[in-house]
């Protein structure tokens, strides 16, 4: 998702400096434009809005907190935009830390998967300053269409802990009246021109039960990073003291998806253990 969006940017026009952990990763970026940078310090030092999008927590709390990283190098008024599905906590305190330096922060995770992305038409859902926000917003509709600041830093990460929580539960739904139909001799894909129109109708039925029928589970999104998500919201949850049997159901699930060998397959894999 990451590629995508920051080529969108490039072809906006927009000056990118560009680092991965793995630079094979960035070639095309790099063909389009975009200045390979060799660490996030040199990136940060040579940028006035540095943009992530990483796989875990951990990544996130190393990329903006380590000796090395985002923070302990960029310039007082420069912007930080962390695009991770990430911890609200975290997110928290990285703002804390960034507004004693200085630095306005921003939290916008996303939702649209790889179409999404590479389309430009990702939901962005933003924690932070309302000043900070209008100032990076041309920033997000080069990436996004539903863009909305939610709140205060940390609201980006409740709001898409919703997103995920919807999310949970409404795959089973899907695996489960496919499967359904399968069983009780029907076309599932004719069934589909039915009810992705109607009231069950949802992001994940329109696209990604086609590529349940047809068996193709490449990732858009990984089963892996779904269940950090899931994992996320679920702890959160239970801060509030709130109980969330669905979100518990899919989580487990999942889990035992992975634990066959498929962590790495998009979340639409989850039929798997209806079929």
């Known amino acids: 998702m990451g590629k995508s969006m920051a080529k969108n940017l490039l072809q906006a026009g927009y000056n990118l400096n560009t680092y991965t952990r793995t630079k094979s990763k960035a070639v095309e970026l790099i063909e389009l434009g975009a200045t390979w940078k060799d660490s996030v310090a040199e990136l940060a030092s040579d940028s006035d809005i540095v943009i992530s999008i990483v796989g875990y927590p951990s990544d996130v709390e ?60 990702l939901t962005i859902m933003v924690g932070g300053e309302q000043q900070a926000f209008k100032t990076v917003l041309p920033l997000f509709q080069v990436m996004g269409e539903n863009i909305i600041l939610q709140g205060e830093s940390g609201a980006g990460q409740h709001t898409k802990m919703c997103n995920q929580i919807t999310i949970a539960s409404n795959m089973i739904g899907v695996c489960e009246a496919i499967t359904y139909a399968e069983k009780a001799g029907l076309n599932p894909e004719r069934v589909l021109e039915s009810i992705t129109t109607g009231a069950a109708g949802s992001w994940s039925l329109t696209n990604l039960a086609p590529r349940m029928i047809k068996g193709d589970y490449e990732p858009g999104f990984y089963v892996k990073h779904f269940i950090k998500d899931m994992t996320i919201a679920l702890e959160t949850a239970k801060e509030m003291n709130l109980t969330t049997p669905g979100l518990e159901l899919s989580l487990s699930l999942y889990q035992r998806l992975a634990e066959s060998g498929e962590e790495d397959s998009g979340t639409q894999a989850l039929i798997k253990l209806f079929k």
């Open 62 to 121: 190393q990329i903006y907190l380590s000796e090395n990283g985002v923070l302990n190098n960029l310039k007082s008024g420069s912007y930080i935009i962390d695009m991770t599905t990430s911890s609200p906590l975290l997110t928290e305190k990285i703002a804390s830390i960034a507004k004693e330096k200085g630095i306005h922060s921003l939290d916008a995770p996303v939702s649209g998967g790889d179409i999404g992305a590479r389309n430009g038409k």
